[in-house]
């Protein structure tokens, strides 16, 4: 089992910049896939990018790809999101999610942090 905690967020302008990290508890992070989802005001949570154990594979959705870069640290078992050139479109709550096999489906994980709230101003 693990415990997920992320930090990070805060409001930033258009074309700015933030960091988001998720700490894990536990001695077995580096055996879990981890992710990144997000929810929007009124809309369905999305997948943002995903990341396998060991760190040598990640995914992205089309909207991530060339702007946020996933990544982990399994000795401070901590999981980051950089996300950059941020949109309005990328305001959101934020969620770093775990379980055994990488995915880009958010019921396919069942370890889930509390979020991290993103405001990006226009």
């Known amino acids: 089992q693990v415990q997920l905690v992320e930090s990070g967020g805060g409001l930033v302008q258009a074309g700015g910049s933030l960091r988001l990290s998720c700490a894990a508890s536990g001695r077995t992070f580096s055996r879990y896939s981890m992710g990144w989802f997000r929810r929007a005001p009124g809309k369905e949570r999305e997948f943002v990018a995903a990341?396998?154990?060991?760190?040598?594979?990640?995914d992205y959705a089309e909207s991530a790809k060339g702007r946020f870069t996933i990544s982990r640290d399994n000795a401070k078992n901590t999981l980051n999101l950089q996300m950059n050139s941020l949109k309005p479109e990328d305001t959101a709550d934020y969620y770093c999610?775990?379980?055994?096999?990488?995915?880009?489906?958010?019921?396919?994980?069942?370890?889930w942090g509390q979020g991290t709230q993103v405001t990006v101003s226009s």
């Open positions: 990341i396998s154990p060991s760190g040598s594979t990640t």
């Open positions: 999610a775990a379980d055994a096999v990488m995915s880009r489906y958010g019921h396919q994980y069942n370890y």
